[in-house]
T-cell receptor
Framework: AQSVTQLDSHVSVSEGTPVLLRCNYS??????LFWYVQHPNKGLQLLLK??????LVKGINGFEAEFKKSETSFHLTKPSAHMSDAAEYFC????????????FGGGTRLMVKP | DGGITQSPKYLFRKEGQNVTLSCEQN?????MYWYRQDPGQGLRLIYY???????QKGDIAEGYSVSREKKESFPLTVTSAQKNPTAFYLC??????????????FGPGTRLTVT
């Protein structure tokens, strides 16, 4: 079985300050982890993915995430928030055993203040 | 230009009517998926198909039906049996499971409102 917990449903930051969106996962097998972003009334866009290569993963738009097996975490960070980063972010887990079936976290809404 | 298209973007129906949502992909992906998203919640899997002419129920299949007659197309019918059909529906596709995990690519979504 696999599950994902996004620890904050809402995060608010000021433009130019760092972003931290927290994600913890549970998986019986070696997981692959993804972060997706969703702007209002849009589909989901892949930000980055971890598939058992480097534990620090760089994605689009300056985002990165670090896979920490000992902490079962995959937190998403960005050094400096931009107004265009305001969106909903989903942490997602899958594994070979799950046959590519994704399990989604509940989402974190990021708000960026000017 | 490869991608997934969903139509229409907004759909309004009266209670008791069946409605079909379209999903087309030109990514040559074997697997396709339908998700439902409700406000403030993550995505829940309705149906998925790993190959043409085959599909499986997801976590919340009741009140929905699908077909997969072509690799490119995976339409979803929301039937009158679905108790709470108003939601945002997302279609996705991916390569089949293999040695590496492949991400799913998502369409822009269809917002269905039933009154």
């Amino acid at each position: 079985a696999q599950s994902v917990t996004q620890l904050d449903s809402h995060v608010s930051v000021s433009e130019g300050t760092p972003v931290l969106l927290r994600c913890n996962y549970s998986s019986s097998y070696s997981p692959s982890l993804f972060w997706y972003v969703q702007h209002p009334n849009k589909g989901l866009q892949l930000l980055l993915k971890y598939t058992s290569a480097a534990t620090l993963v760089k994605g689009i738009n300056g985002f990165e995430a670090e896979f920490k097996k000992s902490e079962t975490s995959f937190h998403l960070t960005k050094p400096s928030a931009h107004m265009s980063d305001a969106a909903e972010y989903f942490c997602v887990v899958t594994s070979n055993n799950a046959g590519n079936m994704l399990t989604f976290g509940g989402g974190t809404r990021l708000m960026v203040k000017p | 230009d490869g991608g997934i298209t969903q139509s229409p973007k907004y759909l309004f129906r009266k209670e008791g009517q069946n409605v079909t949502l379209s999903c087309e992909q030109n990514l040559n992906h074997d697997a396709m998926y339908w998700y439902r998203q409700d406000p403030g919640q993550g995505l829940r899997l309705i149906y998925y198909s790993q190959i043409v002419n085959d599909f499986q129920k997801g976590d919340i299949a009741e009140g929905y039906s699908v077909s997969r007659e072509k690799k490119e197309s995976f339409p979803l019918t929301v039937t009158s049996a679905q108790k709470n059909p108003t939601a945002f529906y997302l279609c996705a596709s991916s390569s089949p499971p293999g040695a590496t995990m492949n991400e799913q690519y998502f369409g822009p979504g269809t917002r269905l409102t039933v009154t």
